[in-house]
């Protein structure tokens, strides 16, 4: 079992924090919203009538997806329903379009696929759906093993990356009217919470309520799982940098943590079984029959985050960060893998910053680095990230 230590974390966490602060440009609460005054910063937006409207017609709306060149917006609904529309020039109106009756329950996520005309759609249904967005009509579906939760597409591939609430991510081949499982993932041990989505080093990441961050590397069909431990709380919500190779992480403990992903990590080893200490032969309290032959008190099992060994907590007792294992926390070591972790090999490859709410939903955008926030406390914050990402 996994040694629990979320006060120490947090504790961590904070200090990394404070270093680094980022500058907020503005925020805002979202019940004003649409009363927002002009600054340098921000505009007032143009679009407000039609959120107001939005808002007072689907109270109910679980998702949202739009995509600019074709001011096409895609609504998902709490009864499983995706309604369509497209903006105006000015974003002060919207037509309805169509409806599509994708899912029995509530959708979690929707995209419109502009390349295939396809909206692709994921609910708590248990399933997957993708339909046509010129005709309506539905293309196929897929049964998930648990409620779906988060999306992606490679459009060069089509290939849909599902994740899901028992944190299996489930990769399917996309055809015009069916689909193939190619394979799953499934590194979590909690429900998956976002998926982010690489095109061109072909990674997925994949962040879970179990508060880590995976990176799956599908291109190099090494089967390679590279894991990322920077939070205390469930990760809400990723997106990518391409240009600087850059993942930027947000969670409930309010934090924003920018990776950098151009550096050679390592996997972190899988944990050896053992009936006893592997270093000092300690038996542990589950081994009666070495606890009777020695006349010993049977010890709690710890392992190693560096090699994975089985150990006692006097074996075991020293911490350090491994930061090219994605442990940018203090962590168990053995005392061997203490002393063979270099300066070096303990220098950060992350930056950690307080957004100072929990943050339920972010988006990046590249061009002008700003990162949006939105969080629980009903703030919107948008934060100017250049100062490191660039």
């Known amino acids: 079992m996994k040694n ?10 904070s200090i990394l924090a404070e270093r680094l602060p980022l500058n907020v440009i503005t925020e ?11 600054s340098d910063a921000i505009q007032p937006p143009a679009c407000s009538h039609f959120l107001q409207d939005l808002l007072s017609t689907f109270a109910s709306c679980s998702c949202m997806s739009f995509n600019p060149e074709t001011r096409r917006l895609s609504v998902g609904l709490d009864n499983g329903t995706i309604s369509e529309f497209i ?19 509530r959708v979690t996520m929707v995209l419109f696929i502009l390349e295939m005309e396809w909206v692709l759609s994921t609910g708590q249904d248990k399933s997957f759906t993708w339909h046509c967005s010129e005709s309506g009509g539905k293309l196929g579906s897929h049964k998930t093993s648990a409620s779906a939760s988060c999306l992606q597409f490679d459009i060069e591939t089509r290939h849909a990356f599902v994740g899901d609430y028992s944190g299996q991510v489930t990769i399917l081949k996309l055809e015009q009217d069916n689909c193939s499982v190619v394979t799953t993932f499934k590194g979590h041990s909690g429900s998956i919470t976002a998926l982010c989505w690489d095109p061109v080093q072909r990674t997925l990441f994949s962040g879970s309520s179990d508060h880590s961050i995976i990176m799956w590397d599908i291109g190099g069909r090494k089967g390679t799982a590279i894991e990322l431990q920077g939070h205390n709380d469930k990760v809400q919500s990723l997106c990518y940098a391409l240009h600087t190779r850059q993942l930027i992480s947000c969670g409930a403990d309010g934090g924003i943590v920018v990776w950098n992903m151009d550096v050679k990590r390592q996997e972190t080893p899988d944990w050896l079984d053992s ?33 994975g060994k089985a150990l006692c907590g006097k ?3 020293k911490r350090s960060s491994i930061p090219l294992m ?13 002393e ?14 307080d957004s100072k709410h929990s943050v339920v939903h972010m988006a990046f955008d590249v061009t002008r680095g700003w990162l949006l926030t939105s969080g629980n406390d009903r703030i919107i914050k948008l934060w100017d990230m250049t100062p490191v990402v660039s």
């Open 4 to 13: 629990n230590s979320s006060v120490d974390e947090k504790r961590q966490w």
């Open 28 to 38: 805002f609460p979202w019940s004003s919203f649409f009363n927002l005054p002009a």
């Open 87 to 105: 903006l105006s020039e000015d974003y002060n109106k919207m037509t309805s379009v169509k409806s599509y009756l994708a899912h029995q329950n």
């Open 275 to 307: 009936d006893s200490c592997q270093k000092c032969d300690q038996p542990f309290f589950w081994n009666f029959k070495q606890m009777w032959d020695s006349k010993k008190i049977g010890l709690r099992q710890h392992h190693c985050r560096k090699c």
């Open 315 to 317: 074996c075991s007792s």
């Open 326 to 338: 994605g442990f940018e926390f203090e962590v168990r070591v053995c005392d061997s893998c203490c």
């Open 340 to 353: 063979s972790i270099t300066d070096e090999e303990r220098a950060p490859t992350a930056t950690f910053h």
